[in-house]
């Protein structure tokens, strides 16, 4: 990370905990005047533990008093519940999601047809799009950006013009748009998302996974350039999403049995919409095909009768 960005968090007050591809990046705020000790995106469960003892560290041993989520994907609040049951913390994700979580409905949460494991967690309040949130010694713009996720919501700081993207912009990659999976409208979205950014013109960006960084032109080519080639052909994003969730349940379990992995594929609702997106009548084969192709690409091992993710680089 460049000694441009350091000065930069250290005049917002926040710490970028850069985390990994099964964890989003935590970015924590020390309380300041009124506005209280927060952690925005909360990693995975499998990595609570960790998460906890980076918290204690980045906040000096003070408590942490509120929680923030761009999103309810696993790997963004998986620590909810376990920092709500350290602390004493306000708890406030998307407006758009917060039906959802008060009935804890997986459905809607894609916990369910994802496959993902996600402790249940309390919900005291909701981030509005269109509204400020005092985060620091400034005020952040809250904006709705839907298309990796309908309800997601980046956190902007005009007078830095930094921005906290969540899912929304990573440097090199662009992450899956779930709603093309279930053959609801999500290109259209993110295409809506990118165009909102380049007009933000951030300094600086904080993506959920990978560093800060600052060629945000180059970033939104990239991006523009990966979402046109999957407008053109939505089954490349399909084949795509299909090899990037895989990754993700091994990145969860470490380790599983060949043969329990393919069972699991074809009773993965999302799964099965991606084998019928594809045109792939035999299922079985599908998800042996899937477990081959990242096999022979090096991305997962095999061991004996069991399969591993290899490092991400
Ligand atoms: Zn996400």
Redesign the pocket.
Known sequence: MSGGFAATAAALGLQVLQRDWLS?NQTVFAACGDAPSTVVDTGHARHAEHTLALLEHALGGAALQQVLN??L?S??CGGNAALQARWRVQTRVPAASHAAVVQWDEDRLSYRPSGQHCPRFAVDGVLVPGSRVRLGPTDWQVLAAPG??PD?ILLFEPQSRTLIA??ALWQNRL??I?PELVEASGFAETRATLELIERLAPRWVIP?HGEPFEDVAEALAGSRGRLSAFEADPRRHARHAARALLMFHLMELGAVDATELQRWIVQTPLFVAMARQLGANDLSRWALDLIEGLVGDGLVRRVGTRLQPMPSP
């Open positions: 989003a761009t999103h994907h790997d963004h990796h996720d997601a969540g899912d992450a899956v779930f959920g």
